[in-house]
């Protein structure tokens, strides 16, 4: 008897004691709510709005600028002198530039004759140009497919370079600072880059370099990406929307009001003498484009961007690629902010509306704010609301300027409209690396000089589907599962639930859209997945 009476106590027992510790942890609720929570949750909602608002009306002075670009016809041959390159007959071709084209390279085994391939073809007189191939590939097969690649198209009379190093010390950066070093480069007036995958019309010098030779104070001439592979997924689809604003109102309005905006990294011609003063290539953040243009620009020199030259590229069609990428993308603005913005206030030789519009619009509210804000108001704060009702978010918070912000990004992309909705759950969902990788910019954290490039397919996944027979690809769950996401989706499907039983905002429905959303990737299934071989 003693011992049926205790088998049927013990769960009586372990019942108490889960009500013992539910009532108290609704003591402790009860009592830090009010004069802690509460006061919390008001101070995020607080600074939250104050951003979307910088976002909002940042959004709102760039789509009346641009209209007005497009209204006023403010094309770069309109506000600078542009002429066609004329045949000299007493001088011949040295009445042209002397131009290099540097393409560096990292184990780029699926896209290196792709790039060399469009940079030998550019049309220019051959005695005026020069194809430098920066190879720091650590892979023997492919640095000699490189090699052979380059004296390939060197018996067919093209002036081409093949250089490597010894090391990869700066990474990209390094790699183009040892490229300026040669004694060949010293009778070059100009330098065109081009990224392993980026493939140049033959004609784009032609369209370049003109500026440059009839505008002694423009630095940098920076062309427009083209995606060769935008339709390969829905992840790529997004990514074109997202880059198709950046260049069509961006870099558009930067170029049309202030001649300055961040260079690319590709796609974009420099002149030598410029890139000399402003200090030469520096691998001291992720971003040494941006870093190079943001010191030309304080040294007066002027930009411009050309909407209507395209030179096509690929877009990581992998998450992994994407997510490295837009980690170096996100945290190497922030650190450069970190270590510029003192020079830029000192700075005497730009004006103080140009020093607003390079701290202000360029870093603290495109590279910083609009990131954090994506994240921290519509994945963290407006969904922690729902569990403190006490806290509200103003209807014109929650809806309004996210819709109306929604729009005008999305405008760059007519094609991609009926995506929008898609294109605003992948964005908060990878603002969650953005944010993480601006932190670490901005403190200066263990992964802030991380560099891993890009990984490019081109044509490797059609290639393996007609070679080889369909089957099941293999992969570790490591590969496929990301926590952070799958946290991420945890909580806000939580608070969805929570929305369901006790809430009266009707946020649930997005809670739980935006869990799918973070659930999705977080199981792996976005993007191109390639099996191993």
């Not at 997202?242 to 300055?260: K, M, P, R």
């Not at 243009?293 to 961007?305: H, P, T």
């Amino acid at each position: 008897m003693d011992r049926l009476s205790s088998t049927t106590l013990l769960p009586d027992a372990l019942q108490g004691t889960r009500d013992d510790i539910s009532e108290q942890l609704g003591v402790v609720w009860s009592q830090i709510k009010a004069p802690v929570i509460v006061p919390l949750m008001s101070i995020a909602v607080a600074v939250c709005l104050a951003m979307s608002l910088m976002l909002f009306f940042e959004r709102v002075y760039l789509s009346i600028v641009i209209v007005l670009v497009k209204l006023f016809g403010r094309k770069p041959d309109k506000r600078y002198k542009w002429e066609p390159m004329k045949d000299d007959v007493e001088l011949g071709s040295s009445a042209y530039p002397m131009v290099l084209v540097q393409i560096p390279m990292y184990n780029e085994k699926e896209v290196y004759q792709l790039s060399i391939g469009a940079a030998c073809g550019l049309s220019w007189p051959s005695d005026r140009i020069i194809i430098q191939v920066l190879d720091d590939s650590t892979d023997p097969t492919i640095k000699d497919l490189v090699e052979l690649e380059c004296q390939r198209w060197a018996s067919k009379g093209i002036n081409i370079k093949y250089e490597i190093r010894s090391n990869r010390n700066g990474y990209k950066a390094g790699a183009l600072k040892d490229g300026m070093k040669h004694s060949y480069v010293k009778q070059c007036d100009y330098v065109a880059i081009f990224d392993a995958d980026f493939q140049p019309e033959p004609d784009f010098l032609w369209r370049a370099v003109p500026f440059l030779v009839h505008n002694p104070e423009i630095a940098l001439v920076q062309a427009r990406w083209k995606f060769v592979n935008s339709d390969e997924c829905l992840m790529t689809r997004m990514q074109e929307m997202s880059l198709d604003y950046h260049f069509a109102v961006e870099q558009e309005v930067g170029s049309s009001t202030h001649a300055f905006f961040g260079f690319n990294g590709t796609a974009g011609v420099w002149r030598i003498a410029a890139l000399n003063e402003a200090g030469g290539w520096k691998d001291r953040t992720t971003v040494e484009d941006m870093d190079l243009a943001v010191r030309a620009s304080l040294k007066g020199w002027k930009f411009v961007y050309l909407g209507t030259l395209k030179v096509k590229n690929e877009l990581p069609s992998t998450f992994k690629a994407y997510r490295y990428q837009q980690h170096r993308w996100s945290c190497g603005p922030a650190n450069l902010f970190r270590k510029m913005v003192m020079e830029i206030v000192r700075n005497k030789k730009v004006s103080l509306w140009k020093k607003v519009h390079v701290i202000y619009s360029f870093f603290i509210v495109r590279k910083l704010v609009a990131h954090i804000v994506t994240f921290v108001f519509y994945c963290v704060v407006l969904p922690a609301t729902v569990l403190v009702p006490d806290v509200e978010v103003p209807r014109w918070g929650a809806v309004y300027i996210p819709t109306i912000i929604t729009i005008l990004n999305a405008v760059g992309t007519p094609r991609s409209l009926h995506l929008m909705v898609f294109w605003i759950l992948f964005e908060n969902v990878m603002s969650l690396h953005r944010t993480k990788a601006t932190l670490i910019g901005l403190l200066e954290g263990g992964r802030v000089n991380e560099w891993v490039v890009t990984e490019k397919l081109g044509d490797a996944l059609k290639v393996k589907a007609a070679t080889k027979a369909p089957k099941k690809p293999r992969f570790k769950i490591g590969e496929r599962l990301h926590l952070l996401e799958l946290g991420v989706g945890a909580f806000l499907f939580f608070c969805g639930c929570y929305d369901v039983a006790f809430g009266r905002n009707h946020y649930f429905m997005y809670l739980y859209v935006q869990a799918i959303a973070f659930f999705i990737v977080g199981f792996g299934y976005v993007g191109t997945f390639v099996p191993k071989s």
